[in-house]
């Protein structure tokens, strides 16, 4: 996998949580962006603790490019973006130490599987 790496301080690696809808049961879809929401406030807070944050992505055949965007308050938004259809992980690692729950797994299926067809009288 590719690493997006960013700088933290962290105290409690089991107080780091991540959300993201494909986490919670939602499918992702083929060319639609995936947002992940990593929250590490709760962690606590060392000067002398620096880690730094690794994110990274897997499909079925491909790593990819994951970017992340410190949002401020302890936590880090964490994008990319599928381009195949099937199961697909989510890695997060602060220093050399995978946080709890990680990797994460979830299904991406392509466009056209995300309709739903009604019928009814």
């Known amino acids: 996998m590719l690493p997006c790496v960013r700088r933290?301080?962290?105290c409690d690696i089991r107080?780091?949580?991540v959300t993201g809808e494909v986490l919670e049961g939602e499918?992702?879809?083929v060319g639609e962006e995936l947002e992940f929401i990593i929250l590490y406030?709760?962690?606590g807070v060392s000067h002398t603790n620096d880690v730094t944050l690794n994110v990274s992505a897997r499909g079925p055949t491909a790593d990819y490019i994951v970017s992340t965007q410190?949002?401020?308050l302890g936590h880090?938004?964490?994008t990319f973006t599928p381009?195949?259809?099937g199961e697909h992980q989510l890695e997060i690692f602060l220093g050399d130490i995978e946080i709890e729950n990680?990797?994460?797994y979830f299904d991406v299926v392509s466009g056209d599987s995300m309709s739903t067809n009604a019928y009814g009288t």
Do not use: K, R
Request: glycine fraction near 8%; charge should be negative; avoid cysteine.
């Open 8 to 10: 933290v301080t962290v």
């Open 15 to 17: 107080q780091v949580s």
């Open 27 to 29: 499918l992702g879809a």
């Open 41 to 43: 406030e709760l962690a």
């Open 70 to 72: 410190d949002e401020g």
């Open 76 to 78: 880090t938004a964490a």
């Open 83 to 85: 381009w195949e259809p």
């Open 102 to 104: 990680s990797p994460f």
